[in-house]
């Protein structure tokens, strides 16, 4: 019994439909690395980095921690936090940075091959990030040097004998004593009646009542906010992972509901169930992976339920069949607007009718008679 405790459980394998998006956009965003690396071959150190390559190297760290590549993300996250801040303060990559950036993406290419290998598989992944870490520790010395020389560089451009700059906190006390009613524009032809406040103000301007004077703004209108008005779109959103996506999730979806039409002719088979709601967990893995966070959250629901159903704590009553129709419809729906490019809506209000939908039951009440 000790021994059976002591062995580690195994973690299951990636999806197969969500290996392969994976695979796919991984080697789209490796090849933008590879395009910008035979540009700098062919240049001289420091290379500026793009706006492509910082891209490319951002979706990559956000594809393997999406997808929970872990091997992946050692090495992409460091890697990616490196090239955003030589990209966020105008730093080229030298010789060293370019090898490095090459090893990587080498290595991110077979994780995503064999994304369910162990750490074993990958001898070169503590190099890599070794590498990554001592490169954005010299980047961050070279930049606090930079900022230490353009401090004295500032210090050292004021001389003794430059005017200083005009004391403005005499207009400011006199301005703040003084009802704002009463500051006008210049009036050169009119004679100052408040020599007392206006000695210390600028030249031509003086102090008057004024019917002109502009009226203060009314108050804002509090307008009631949407509540939790959540986006379709999440902001790890990527076109062309959803773009992949798309097609998988037609295939999905298809299967999903010759599932739950086998399952509606024969409400005994719970085989069914468990098919239905292990399409569903790929359609929301593929769909948050894509960030496409309204249709995985829908999905997500969606596979809670017959979860419940199965165990019992809901029955597979008409109620919950209409919902479940419903969410697959929406589903549909969601797919195609999202291939379309089109700005997805909340699904809240189905979501918050689906967990009431089946009433609570046994196990023994759910398995329904054949209809």
Known sequence: MAEAAAIPLEEPDMDPVLREIFRKETAGHILVVRQFLERCARGVAPHLVSEALYRACHTLSGIAKTAGARQGIKVAEPMEH???KLFDNGHGMNSDALELLHDTVRLLETVSEHVD???????????????????DLQLDAELAQLAAAAERTLAQ???????????????????????????????????????????RWPQGWTWRPSSHWPKPPAPPVNLPLPEDDEPGFGEDFDADIAAIFGEEATELLEQSEAAFGRWRADRADQAQVTELKRL?????????????RAMGDLSHEVESFLAAIESGTSAADAAAFDVLQSSLDELHRMREMANSGQRLPSARDLIRQIPGAGGRADRAACRVHRS
Do not use: C
């Open 157 to 199: 451009s004021w001389q003794p004998g430059m005017p200083a700059a005009p004391d403005l906190s005499v207009l400011v006390d006199d301005a703040a004593a003084v009802p704002a009613e009463e500051l006008t524009a210049p009036a050169p032809n009119r004679t100052s009646t408040t020599r007392l406040r206006t000695k």
């Open 82 to 84: 490196y090239v955003r």
């Open 117 to 135: 290998e162990n750490t074993g598989f990958f001898p070169e992944q503590t190099r890599l990030t070794a590498g990554w870490v001592a490169l």
């Open 280 to 292: 569903l967990h790929t359609l929301k893995g593929g769909a948050r992976m894509a960030g496409i």
